[in-house]
């Protein structure tokens, strides 16, 4: 199959930085908080700043979502490391779901993907990302006369559906490290709610991928033609990339689609069937259009 090209680019930076090994080791505390020296080797001609102070707050997001048989409940975590200098450096925000299904075993396998998906970020954030940003800093920024802007990275979880069948979220991480402009990774995470199980495309019925790719390429055609977006040349080559259900690559099983009362999105994250300045484009269809190949136990 063929691979994806700027998402799987996005995923394996994400995986270098998060099992970098070395450099900060900070306090993760709402009321408590730790510094640390940079690895001096790093740094040869900027005088070291020697420490970087992280501090971290909980709050109870009003995001909450409920309903007889599930419900979603998000804590959202914010901090931000500062150098000895008192340059902020890193600043982060991110939600955390606590998961109730009226089926144990369910809710454990969905709170603990979950789980996993929020120490992920919270590791890169907290501690990778801060080492890039104080090296920057030091590297090109002590002795300039420039301003340092600082990291960021802001994740949030959008409940798009949760019920007795299915939960969809949809997670948008969008940060700044450096460069000329930020981003926005949007993908997403499905669940049976029965099973706790992934929600793949399977599932969903057997010729639901092939139906959804040639929906997705004719909305993209349309949309091409009357000028409402301008796809790449070979944006035809990137439909494949746009209908995911997190099986195409080992290891990760992030989607690009979620599920609402009113139907099925799809997405195409920047730079894969457009450009940057194009923003992120999603594809909506409703449950009708997917009537006669989807499994009606996941219809509204």
Same mark, same amino acid.
């Given at each position: =199959?063929?691979?994806?090209?700027?998402?799987?680019?996005?995923?394996?930076?994400?995986?270098? %930085?998060?099992?970098?090994?070395?450099?900060?080791?900070?306090?993760?505390?709402?009321?408590?908080?730790?510094?640390?020296?940079?690895? $001096?080797?790093?740094?040869?001609?900027?005088?070291? #700043?020697?420490?970087?102070?992280?501090?971290?707050?909980?709050? #109870?997001?009003?995001?909450?979502?409920?309903?007889?048989?599930?419900?979603?409940?998000?804590?959202?975590?914010?901090?931000?490391?500062?150098?000895?200098?008192?340059?902020?450096?890193?600043?982060?925000?991110?939600?955390?779901?606590?998961?109730?299904?009226?089926?144990?075993?369910?809710?454990?396998?969905?709170?603990?993907?979950?789980?996993?998906?929020?120490?992920?970020?919270? %590791?890169?954030?907290?501690?990778? =990302?801060?080492?890039? $940003?104080?090296?920057?800093?030091?590297?090109?920024?002590?002795?300039?006369?420039?301003?340092?802007?600082?990291?960021?990275?802001?994740?949030?979880?959008?409940?798009?559906? #949760?019920?007795?069948?299915?939960?969809?979220?949809?997670?948008?991480?969008?940060?700044?490290?450096?460069?000329?402009?930020?981003?926005?990774?949007?993908?997403?995470?499905?669940?049976?709610?029965?099973?706790?199980? =992934?929600? *793949?495309?399977?599932?969903?019925?057997?010729?639901?991928?092939?139906?959804?790719?040639?929906?997705?390429?004719?909305?993209?055609?349309?949309?091409?033609?009357?000028?409402?977006?301008?796809?790449?040349?070979?944006?035809?080559?990137?439909?494949?990339?746009?209908?995911?259900?997190? *099986?195409?690559?080992?290891?990760?099983?992030?989607? *690009?689609?979620?599920? %609402?009362?009113?139907?099925? %999105?799809?997405?195409?994250?920047?730079?894969? =069937?457009?450009?940057?300045?194009?923003?992120?484009?999603?594809?909506?269809?409703?449950?009708?259009?997917?009537?006669?190949?989807?499994?009606?136990?996941?219809?509204?």
């Amino acid at each position: =199959m063929k691979q994806k090209s700027c998402l799987l680019a996005l995923c394996l930076a994400l995986a270098l %930085t998060l099992t970098a090994c070395g450099g900060i080791q900070t306090t993760q505390s709402e009321d408590e908080s730790g510094s640390a020296a940079p690895d $001096a080797s790093a740094f040869a001609e900027a005088e070291p #700043v020697e420490e970087a102070d992280e501090s971290q707050t909980a709050e #109870v997001d009003s995001s909450v979502s409920t309903n007889a048989a599930a419900s979603i409940s998000l804590e959202t975590v914010k901090g931000t490391v500062v150098a000895d200098d008192g340059t902020l450096l890193v600043e982060y925000s991110y939600q955390v779901p606590t998961v109730t299904l009226a089926d144990a075993t369910a809710q454990a396998k969905v709170q603990e993907d979950l789980d996993a998906e929020a120490e992920g970020f919270a %590791t890169y954030v907290q501690d990778t =990302m801060p080492q890039y $940003a104080r090296e920057d800093y030091q590297n090109y920024y002590v002795d300039s006369s420039f301003a340092f802007n600082n990291y960021s990275d802001e994740m949030t979880i959008t409940l798009a559906r #949760v019920d007795d069948a299915v939960i969809s979220l949809v997670i948008d991480a969008v940060g700044y490290s450096g460069g000329p402009h930020g981003w926005d990774y949007r993908y997403c995470r499905n669940y049976g709610a029965q099973t706790g199980e =992934m929600l *793949t495309f399977a599932m969903l019925g057997e010729d639901f991928r092939s139906a959804a790719e040639a929906l997705v390429l004719a909305k993209a055609d349309e949309m091409q033609a009357e000028g409402a977006v301008f796809f790449n040349y070979n944006y035809a080559d990137c439909i494949s990339e746009v209908v995911c259900d997190g *099986t195409e690559i080992e290891g990760d099983f992030s989607s *690009t689609y979620y599920l %609402t009362d009113e139907g099925i %999105t799809f997405i195409s994250g920047q730079y894969i =069937m457009q450009s940057y300045a194009e923003g992120i484009i999603e594809f909506f269809f409703s449950y009708d259009d997917f009537i006669d190949v989807m499994n009606s136990q996941y219809m509204l």
